[in-house]
């Protein structure tokens, strides 16, 4: 069986030193690749290289996480569009979160606005952060509509209803994670509603371990316990997981 981590930070410091172990781990556990989110410019050299040294699978992701976008927005984003695009297999993370600080939401959304504007002008699908701004997310992506984007929306834990409001501007994924086996989790009902034609598989390592590595250091190693998960709510075999995810991932990020 192959699985594919759609949205992994592998050069994370919570991994110095082990970071070769981990890989080999997950590639045994059958995670044949790795999706590297970038966050911003003081971790994306590490990144990078340790994408340079595993190019068969491990792919990098370009772009300015909205958690990072403070006054130094533009210059960051700057740092972003004259980088080396050799191998990346999409812009992200990008989005909007406005769970901790609203301070530079404005900020937030002309940062994603000119993200998105640079994935259709590289050709590149998207890979979306989104934590409690929804409706200044639709209203973006209803405002881009011309520019056919695509891509999916990473640790997804919104309804049914909201990816068929999303599948209206374009072609869209979900990156379903741990989340989905925590307890009274909500997407765990929502996840039944949506095709597994449109699921990807991610852990976010190294964060948002699966039950029962709830709290611990996550890696991707740990995808098909995520997959038991998903094909126990499906009703269908782990290997459908597997092969439609896999499929998935393989189509929209052209891996
Ligand atoms: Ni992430």
């Known amino acids: 069986m192959e699985f594919i981590d759609t949205h992994t930070h592998s050069s ?29 410019s003081s971790e994306r050299e590490a990144m ?18 909205p958690g990072s976008v403070d006054r130094n927005w533009r210059e960051e984003l700057s740092e972003v569009e004259k980088h080396d695009r050799t191998g990346v297999v999409a ?9 901790f600080s609203i301070e530079f939401k404005e900020e937030q959304k002309e940062a994603f606005l000119a993200q998105l504007e640079l994935a ?32 999916n929306l990473h640790a997804f834990s919104g309804s049914a209803e909201t990816f068929k ?10 990156g379903i994670g741990g989340v989905l086996t925590f307890k009274n989790a909500g997407i765990a009902e929502e996840i039944k509603n949506i095709p597994l ?4 598989l991610e ?29 126990g709510l499906k009703g269908v075999s782990l290997e459908e997981v597997a092969e439609a995810t896999t499929k998935n991932a393989k189509q929209l990020f052209a891996i």
């Open 197 to 200: 034609d449109r699921i990807l």
């Open 91 to 99: 812009i992200g993370e990008i989005g909007l979160d406005y769970h």
């Open 120 to 151: 259709s002008s590289w050709d590149l699908p998207v890979n979306i952060h989104l934590r409690d701004a929804t409706e200044d997310f639709f209203s973006i992506i209803a405002s881009t509509a011309n520019l056919h984007l695509r891509g």
């Open 203 to 231: 852990t976010d390592a190294p964060y948002l371990a699966p039950t029962p590595h709830r709290g611990e250091r996550n890696e991707s190693s740990l995808i098909p316990v995520i997959a038991e998960k998903l094909a």
């Open 48 to 65: 990078f290289s340790l994408c340079r040294k595993h190019r068969d699978c491990l792919h990098p992701m370009l772009g300015l996480y």
């Open 12 to 40: 994370d410091k919570s991994y110095e030193g082990e970071e070769e172990i981990v890989i080999a781990r997950a590639l045994a556990a059958g995670v044949s690749h790795m999706l590297e989110a970038d966050v911003d």
């Open 165 to 174: 409001r999303l599948s209206r501007y374009g072609d869209w994924y979900v």
